[in-house]
């Protein structure tokens, strides 16, 4: 049996777009999470709404990975980011990821109010500020994607801060 690629959307809105690409879908709800389970040309396909904020994403791919075993796991959307060179049908893939929440803010007054300029990255492993932890993406999945067809958009490659672009 093939392990399924498991695609985490945390809006309703794009858990229905990805849903109706799915054949033969049935779906299972465990607790507040919606796991849509079906086939996209033949190959396991299972699509999770697991709703908005990083605590829901964590416990819906939890879930999924003790129920589901996956062979690859995409979070798909935005994370409210944006880009103007980065348009909709496009797919954006990281190499290198950091933990968003590895962000700590300085002592303000009451009043002063917070300016993420000045927020400082903090390896809680070692304890150490302004030191970015990678994690690194699948070396063979990456691989992989760099050499699918696409025709609806671009592929980008995100590595080290900086865009690249292969046009596909």
Not at 45 to 63: G, Q
Not at 65 to 82: D, L, Q, R, V
Not at 104 to 111: I, L, M, R
Request: charged fraction near 25%; glycine fraction near 6%.
């Amino acid at each position: 049996m093939q392990k399924p690629i498991v695609i985490m959307a945390a809006m309703e809105v794009e858990a229905d777009f990805l849903i109706q690409k799915l054949e033969h879908v049935k779906c299972e709800q465990v607790n507040q999470y919606k796991f849509y389970e079906g086939t996209i040309k033949g190959y396991p396909v299972v699509v999770c709404e697991c709703l908005v904020m990083t605590i829901n994403a964590a416990v819906a791919t939890y879930i999924a990975i003790e129920k589901y075993h996956p062979m690859a796991i995409i979070s798909e959307g935005t994370a409210g980011a944006n880009a103007k060179h980065v348009h909709k049908g496009d797919i954006v893939i990281g190499e290198k990821c950091v933990n968003i929440v590895s962000y700590k803010s300085p002592y303000k007054k009451e009043g002063e109010g917070s300016n993420s300029l000045e927020w400082n990255l903090v390896n809680f492993i070692c304890g150490e500020e302004d030191r970015l932890v990678y994690q690194q993406g699948d070396k063979h999945l990456i691989q992989l994607a760099k050499q699918v067809k696409y025709s609806d958009g671009q592929v980008r490659f995100r590595n080290n801060w900086q865009w690249r672009c292969l046009e596909l």
